[in-house]
């Protein structure tokens, strides 16, 4: 069965690096997303991604964060400085209509 | 304000001892409505998709219902292997998914 995949599956970083997560979405799939999940808290939206653009953002993707799908397979989530309140798990999903699937996550630590 | 609310947070029940899970949701325009289960350090693993009220979806033993208000996830005769975390989530109109805090089941053998 077709699954979404993501690399690393754990990152550390010092604070004020750069960190790029990857994701291969499901392969038909046309919709492309990335959560986060702080420790012990509920998953949240952050941004989705349709036809090579951004069509919805949260409050919390700000300009630190950006999304890109540099090939037909990969899509990335950089964040530029990061911060200590960073930390969490990033989970990408992709879907083909309104059902998401999601991956196993990275799991990012800032020091 | 679009907020799903899920109860109870957290659910202790022995092998066999069916019950169900409540989500509560408010929100603008419901493209659909989805529960996800999710075991400690990992993705949520799709579940169900539901769409509109009336509307029920089985698989093993679990069964998912929808009203206008609310959702119940039904757990016939669980078994230890049903422990974990039961997300509920809905798609508003604005495509942004809204998940609740999820409820934390416990089956002890």
């Known amino acids: 069965e077709p699954e979404v995949t993501q690399t690393p599956s754990h990152q550390v970083t010092q604070m004020g690096q750069e960190v790029i997560l990857r994701c291969v979405p499901i392969?038909?799939?046309?919709?492309f997303y990335w959560y986060r999940q702080i420790l012990g808290q509920k998953v949240e939206f952050l941004v989705s991604?349709?036809?090579?653009?951004?069509?919805?953002k949260s409050e919390i993707f700000d300009d630190q964060f950006s999304v890109e799908r540099p090939d037909g397979s990969n899509f990335t989530l950089k964040i530029r400085s990061t911060k200590l309140e960073d930390s969490a798990m990033y989970f990408c999903?992709?879907?083909?209509?309104?059902?998401?699937?999601f991956g196993p996550g990275t799991r990012l630590l800032v020091l | 304000e679009d907020q799903v609310t899920q109860s109870p947070e957290a659910l202790r029940l022995q092998e066999g001892e069916s019950s169900s899970l409540n989500c509560s949701y408010t929100?603008?325009?419901?493209?659909?409505l989805f529960w996800y289960r999710q075991d400690p350090g990992k993705g949520p693993e799709f579940l169900f998709t539901?769409?509109?009220a009336g509307e029920e979806k089985e698989k093993e033993r679990l069964k998912a219902t929808l009203t206008k208000k609310e959702s119940f996830l039904h757990i016939t005769a669980p078994k230890p292997e049903d422990s974990a975390t039961y997300l509920c989530?809905?798609?508003?109109?604005?495509?942004?998914?809204?998940f609740g805090k999820g409820t934390r089941l416990h089956i002890l053998p």
């Open positions: 999903a992709s879907s083909f209509q309104e059902t998401q699937y």
């Open positions: 392969s038909n799939h046309l919709y």
């Open positions: 991604f349709y036809n090579n653009e951004i069509s919805e």
């Open positions: 929100v603008s325009g419901l493209r659909g």
């Open positions: 539901l769409y509109s």
């Open positions: 989530a809905v798609l508003p109109l604005d495509d942004k998914i809204i």
